[in-house]
T-cell receptor, first 114, second 111 residues
Framework: DSGVTQTPKHLITATGQRVTLRCSPRSGDLSVYWYQQSLDQGLQFLIQYYNGEERAKGNILERFSAQQFPDLHSELNLSSLELGDSALYFC?????????????FGSGTRLTVV | SQQGEEDPQALSIQEGENATMNCSYKTSINNLQWYRQNSGRGLVHLILIRSNEREKHSGRLRVTLDTSKKSSSLLITASRAADTASYFCATDDAAGNKLTFGGGTRVLVKP
């Protein structure tokens, strides 16, 4: 157990639907990062939050949104789902500076869009 | 876009042999990190090397960094079947806000 909790572990949904992925960071970590991993695109950075505020944004689609709540857990919302959104979605957390410590990853949510 | 590119993409070795994989990157970094991912699982942080360091060891892992060539290598000595996994290098951005991962090297250690 890495200390980063992601739910659900698996999700199967139809095209056009909306889903919410949840992440609880490791105790004491203020930063949460979301990544998408697919076979053709590799690990793609989506978005980062630090203590409730958006800090950095990657190639996140407009159909996707995220937020970090006061208790530091984060949710990634994916809407108008397409077949190509099928992927592993990882959440990671870090202490204040990733330059010193790196990330702690959760076990991921496998999303299948049918 | 990927900052780091690993080479080779895949590697197959016998247990007890050494495994070496390389990573090249494009822009200046504060540090470079290596992660391991077992099939379909979350990534696990292995080792971090700062831009002012040239070599670092952790157990059976040895990492080198050459900032003049913008490259790093990860050596796993005396490999074990349990080392079978994908290995990724990652570099931080100038602000230290996020890591950018390479495409990974798939390592298969045969017993």
């Amino acid at each position: 157990d890495s200390g980063v909790t992601q739910t659900p572990k698996h999700l199967i949904t139809a095209t056009g639907q909306r889903v919410t992925l949840r992440c609880s960071p490791r105790s004491g970590d203020l930063s949460v990062y979301w990544y998408q991993q697919s076979l053709d695109q590799g690990l793609q950075f989506l978005i980062q939050y630090y203590n409730g505020e958006e800090r950095a944004k990657g190639n996140i689609l407009e159909r996707f949104s995220a937020q970090q709540f006061p208790d530091l857990h984060s949710e990634l919302n994916l809407s108008s789902l397409e077949l190509g959104d099928s992927a592993l979605y990882f959440c990671a957390s870090s202490a204040r500076s990733i330059s010193n410590y790196g990330y702690t990853f959760g076990s991921g949510t496998r999303l299948t869009v049918v | 876009s990927q900052q780091g590119e690993e080479d080779p993409q895949a590697l197959s070795i016998q247990e007890g042999e050494n495994a070496t994989m390389n990573c090249s990157y494009k822009t200046s970094i504060n540090n470079l990190q290596w992660y391991r991912q077992n099939s379909g699982r979350g990534l696990v942080h292995l080792i971090l090397i700062r831009s002012n360091e040239r070599e670092k060891h952790s157990g059976r892992l040895r990492v080198t960094l050459d900032t003049s060539k913008k490259s790093s290598s990860l050596l796993i000595t005396a490999s074990r079947a349990a080392d079978t996994a994908s290995y990724f290098c990652a570099t931080d951005d100038a602000a230290g806000n996020k890591l950018t991962f390479g495409g990974g090297t798939r390592v298969l250690v045969k017993p």
